[in-house]
């Protein structure tokens, strides 16, 4: 059906496929082709339609002279081109060009269209901002800065829960649909997140042990990659790369399974209805040439100038909305960017139509039938060699198209700054790799000129002969949009391989390197961070960056609380406590846990209780135990000595004691410590001389300490 829409839209077959019959031309209009001659100078816009035919009796082949040669016509299959004894596709054909005609009908509808447009998008953005903002506050946003943050070690209550699940399927649905700029990839990572944490719950292996469930949160985030892009290797890498803290190699072959039954539920799904996993299948007839080289590099440039501005400004933006009166209006400020969105969207049909049909439009290699302005080129060749058309002069829909898409690159730059980070579920994948398409196809089409009107260049006339296909403009947008998504994120290995399982390009491999690697040294000039590092650090998450090195020679000491001066650190006893004293401890701080000692005099660690564990077993003590009172002595050793009549009955917590918290001496050096941090997903670290505690380091303080040697304020790192 596609291959007939373009041909009724097609200006390169418009002029001269149906009345060209009637009249021979020169034979510089004619295209040979085995067994027939078609003239492509056609001066009507449609093909005749059943009544015109009926009229007119030499259409069917007055141009060839004798209708045995039109029956061969018929008969013979043609490159590329459907036969015409299809009738259910004329009459598809002649609809479509009615359709056409009604859409032409004058102001009016145009007007009415507009306003439709406009109020369906605010209507669905408005759903999509209510929900979450009433049922689950935290369905906002991609959600891989806080995947990255929970693979961490950092608990996050509630958002990998069953609401957040439901309220971000639904509304990720609504936002993508509200024509706002933004991608449904990012999100889909958060919601198979969430369905791996629910699934923990299920067996007691996983819900008690938290690196276990940290593992599977790994291999869900893969398995969303994987049914976002149709990349089960690519999202595999991707969580390798980009979301997890610790990757053993069971986690990986695990991951490797997930993403494959991903992949394989998806392709039985169908959801592109091409019968193929990737979003924007591609194929190119023509190879690079090494000198492309340079304009893919120009590419890699460009979109890590764009990463560097668009990680900046947005930043800027966000903190700007977390610090005034805006942050308290969400509703209304997805409202108006919305409304704005869709004013400005409508008139261009680049930015009408949906991010992901415009990739695929600006990927596409244009062939005989397209229908696109893009493809809008004057036909200038004698033949035809299968599937490939020779580089052509640009027509006038090529120069049209090209002013709407600069518009839309510079309305995509400007309009996803204000997006992202907005109170509706919202990712970056998409609208990055919409700028990086543009753009290369802006570049591609220049080049594509160049060489047709000064092949005889040097830098042209040792691969490019007049009137062969040298330049392929679609294969420019599918390097720019590596390069800008590149920039944003700054991934390498699972971008690349992301890139070419979404495409299908893989002799195309050395270009995509080429540009993500040099996007990625640009933007790292102009700014360490990636998008998701820089959201991770203004929401204040205690995250601790693995691909940085701590190159400082300070020890434990210099970092552990408490300092001199302040007050003693709060302990529990193992034998000499009573309940009243542990509520009271509980109620006068906010500390997560409690180092437990012999007595107050030795010091001497025993072992480490979380307070979450040590309220829940006060609390069923008083409810279920008899006779335990204020007064209950509570013991964290393995027996209790015997206790005097008439004196109440003791309580032993030994069982939710942790014997083996994880110590450091005084003396260590904080590079490894830092190291033990990152690679263990640590909260809190404990630190002892010869067997007696000294002092507690908590994940905040190495961030702190970090801050301070990079001469920054440490109590600039909030948390939040």
Not at 114 to 139: E, G, R, T
Not at 446 to 452: K, N, S
Not at 595 to 606: A, M, N, T
């Amino acid at each position: 059906m596609a291959m007939w829409h373009g041909a009724v839209d097609n200006r390169g077959f418009q002029q001269g496929s149906f009345n060209s019959f009637q009249t021979s031309s020169s034979d510089e209009d004619l295209m040979d082709i085995p067994g027939t001659a078609m003239d492509f100078s056609m001066r009507d816009d449609v093909p005749p339609l059943d009544g015109e035919i009926e009229e007119d009796k030499s259409y069917n082949g007055g141009g060839l002279g004798s209708s045995h040669r039109m029956m061969d016509f018929l008969e013979e299959p043609i490159p590329g081109v459907g036969t015409y004894d299809d009738f259910n596709t004329i009459d598809w054909v002649r609809e479509k060009s009615r359709d056409r005609d009604r859409h032409r009908e004058g102001a009016f509808a145009y007007i009415v269209n507009y306003f439709m447009y406009v109020l369906w998008a605010l209507l669905f953005a408005f759903l999509a901002v209510s929900l979450v903002k009433v049922f689950a506050p935290y369905a906002c946003g991609s959600g891989i800065p806080e995947i990255k943050t929970i693979l961490s070690g950092f608990i996050i209550r509630g958002y990998l829960g069953k609401w957040t699940l439901i309220i971000k399927t639904i509304t990720l649905v609504l936002a993508v649909s509200s024509g706002l700029s933004l991608g449904k990839e990012g999100p889909l990572v958060h919601v198979a997140c969430c369905c791996g944490n629910i699934l923990c719950h299920c067996f007691n292996k996983y819900r008690k042990n938290e690196a276990k469930r940290r593992e599977v949160l790994s291999a869900a985030a893969a398995a969303g990659v994987s049914v976002a892009f149709g990349a089960p290797i690519g999202g595999v890498l991707f969580s390798l790369e980009e979301v997890s803290y610790y990757f053993p190699l069971k986690t990986l072959w695990r991951s490797f399974f997930a993403a494959l039954v991903a992949a394989f539920t998806l392709r039985s799904i169908n959801p592109f209805g091409n019968s193929r996993l990737v979003l924007f299948y591609v194929e190119f007839h023509t190879p690079w040439h090494l000198f492309e080289l340079v304009p893919f590099i120009l590419l890699g440039i460009f979109g890590g100038l764009w990463g560097a501005l668009f990680i900046r400004t947005n930043i800027a933006w966000c903190r700007k909305r977390k610090t005034t009166q805006l942050g308290k209006y969400p509703v209304i400020e997805v409202l108006v960017v919305t409304a704005i969105t869709a004013i400005l969207a409508f008139p261009n049909e680049y930015t009408r139509m949906s991010t992901s049909e415009l990739i695929s439009e600006l990927f596409n290699d244009c062939g005989l039938l397209d229908s696109s302005k893009l493809c809008d080129y004057e036909n200038r060749f004698n033949t035809s060699r299968g599937d490939e058309l020779p580089d052509r002069p640009a027509g006038v829909g090529v120069y049209s198209a090209m002013w709407q898409l600069a518009l839309t690159l510079i309305m995509k730059i400007v309009i996803t700054i204000f997006t992202f980070g907005m109170k509706v579920p919202s990712g970056l994948f998409i609208p990055s790799m919409a700028v990086g398409a543009i753009a290369g196809r802006l570049l591609g089409v220049g080049m594509e000129q160049l060489a047709y009107y000064h092949h005889d260049w040097a830098i042209f006339n040792s691969w490019c002969s007049q009137g062969a296909d040298c330049i392929t403009p679609g294969l420019y947008a599918m390097v720019g949009a590596a390069a800008c998504l590149g920039g944003v994120t700054r991934m390498t290995v699972s971008l690349v391989v992301i890139m070419f399982e979404l495409t299908g390009g893989l002799e195309y491999i050395v270009p995509l390197m080429a540009a993500a690697m040099t996007s990625k040294w640009v933007a790292d000039a102009l700014g360490r961070e990636g998008i998701y590092d820089a959201h991770i650090r203004l929401n204040g998450y205690p995250f601790l960056e693995a691909k940085e090195e701590f190159a400082h020679k300070t020890l434990a000491m210099d970092v552990m609380k408490p300092r001199r001066n302040d007050p003693s650190l709060t302990v529990l006893t193992q034998d000499s406590m009573t309940v009243e004293d542990v509520e009271t401890i509980i109620t006068e701080t906010t500390y997560s846990g409690f180092p437990v000692v012999v007595s107050r005099e030795s010091q001497r660690l025993v072992g480490f209780v979380l307070r979450r564990d040590l309220i829940i077993s006060v609390e069923n003590a008083r409810k279920k135990q008899d006779g335990v009172v204020s007064t209950s002595i509570i013991y964290f050793t393995e027996h209790s000595p015997p206790m005097p009549p008439y004196t109440p009955p003791t309580l032993k917590l030994r069982n939710i004691l942790d014997l083996s918290p994880f110590t450091v001496t005084d003396l260590t050096p904080m590079e490894i410590v830092v190291d033990i941090f990152r690679k263990l997903g640590l909260r809190q670290c404990l630190v002892t001389h010869n067997g007696r505690l000294l002092g507690i380091i908590t994940k905040k303080d190495v961030l702190k300490h970090i801050a301070q040697m990079a001469n920054q304020d440490p109590d600039s790192i909030l948390f939040n």
